[in-house]
């Protein structure tokens, strides 16, 4: 099993950045698929990224391909988000996820608190 704690969200400008962490406690991280997912208000949770256990596939959401950045440290047992040119539209709770040796998807067991991402205009 593993615990999520997301940080590093807050609030920025149109067109800056962020970088949001997702710290992992729990043995044997690297045999995880780790990712993001955002949640805006009245809007279902959705897919942003995502990075295989094995970290050789990464995958984005269209709406943020060539904006953001998804990474891990396996030493460090962190998944990190790097977020550039924010749209308001990116507003939204960020939550990191992990699966066991397979992909993240919504259905995945294991889950962050959430992190407030709000990008003003």
């Known amino acids: 099993q593993v615990q999520l704690v997301e940080s590093g969200g807050g609030l920025v400008q149109a067109g800056g950045s962020l970088r949001l962490s997702c710290a992992a406690s729990?043995?044997?991280?690297?045999?995880?698929?780790v990712g993001w997912f955002r949640q805006a208000p009245g809007k279902d949770r959705e897919f942003v990224a995502a990075?295989?256990?094995?970290?050789?596939?990464?995958r984005y959401a269209d709406s943020v391909k060539g904006r953001f950045t998804i990474s891990r440290d396996n030493a460090e047992n962190t998944v990190y988000l790097q977020m550039n040119s924010l749209k308001p539209e990116d507003t939204a709770v960020y939550y990191c996820?992990?699966?066991?040796?397979?992909?993240?998807?919504?259905?995945?067991?294991?889950w962050g608190q959430g992190t407030q991402v709000t990008v003003s205009s």
């Open positions: 729990g043995r044997f991280f690297s045999n995880y698929g």
């Open positions: 990075i295989a256990w094995s970290g050789g596939v990464i």
């Open positions: 996820a992990a699966d066991f040796r397979t992909d993240v998807k919504l259905r995945s067991p294991y």
